[in-house]
T-cell receptor, first 117, second 114 residues
Framework: ETGVTQTPRHLVMGMTNKKSLKCEQH?????MYWYKQSAKKPLELMFV???????ENNSVPSRFSPECPNSSHLFLHLHTLQPEDSALYLC????????????????FGEGSRLTVL | QQPVQSPQAVILREGEDAVINCSSS?????VHWYRQKHGEAPVFLMI?????EQKGHEKISASFNEKKQQSSLYLTASQLSYSGTYFC???????????????FGKGTKLTVNP
């Protein structure tokens, strides 16, 4: 139990569907992140939010739309995805944005396994 | 900019030692190590800041050689619980310290057998 909860754990969707991934952290952290983890590839940073403000968008296609309504919740809205978007989507949080930390520790959720048919 | 990890995979018997390397083509400000067990969240192990320091976490320690732009993770007397995929994350140097961006390697899969 890392204090970061992701739902759903598994999601199968068609290319024309609209779905959302949810992340909730119970740690009182100010920064939240979305990462994509594909087989045989490194963890890819997608978005960074600090105090509910998006501070980084790592050239992610517009079919992925993040939302951070407050510092405890982070969503990833999915629309007209492609099969190559199938992956494990990991949410993480940290007390502050990475560089401000002494420890630099990210707390990850267990991920949402997405399959796009 | 992505760090290169080696080896890609290693299989050990319980009690054996292993070294996992992480190297970068850029000057590094910090190196972060994480372990991810199958079906679980990645878990933070340690961070090393430039200065060539070495850190330890039980029987897992790491070194950071900023001149060589590389870090090594040492697993001593491995236990079954050490099995998992180990990721290094690197932060390159910026004008005033770090770049504030962490880039991960592809990971090294470690299997410890009885």
């Amino acid at each position: 139990e890392t204090g970061v909860t992701q739902t759903p754990r598994h999601l199968v969707m068609g290319m024309t569907n609209k779905k959302s991934l949810k992340c909730e952290q119970h740690l009182g952290h100010n920064a939240m992140y979305w990462y994509k983890q594909s087989a045989k590839k490194p963890l890819e940073l997608m978005f960074v939010y600090s105090l509910e403000e998006r501070v980084e968008n790592n050239s992610v296609p517009s079919r992925f739309s993040p939302e951070c309504p407050n510092s405890s919740h982070l969503f990833l809205h999915l629309h007209t995805l492609q099969p190559e978007d199938s992956a494990l989507y990991l949410c993480a949080s940290s007390p502050e944005k990475l560089a401000a930390l002494n420890t630099g520790e990210l707390f990850f959720g267990e991920g949402s396994r997405l399959t796009v048919l | 900019q992505q760090p290169v990890q080696s080896p890609q995979a290693v299989i050990l018997r319980e009690g054996e030692d292993a070294v996992i390397n992480c190297s970068s083509s850029k000057a590094l400000y910090s190196v972060h190590w994480y372990r991810q067990k199958h079906g679980e969240a990645p878990v933070f192990l340690m961070i090393l800041l430039k200065g060539g320091e070495q850190k330890g976490h039980e029987k897992i320690s790491a070194s950071f050689n900023e001149k060589k732009q590389q870090s090594s993770l040492y697993l001593t007397a491995s236990q079954l619980s050490y099995s998992g995929t180990y990721f290094c994350g690197t932060e390159i140097g910026g004008i005033q310290g770090g770049s504030e961006k962490l880039v991960f390697g592809k990971g090294t899969k470690l299997t410890v057998n009885p």
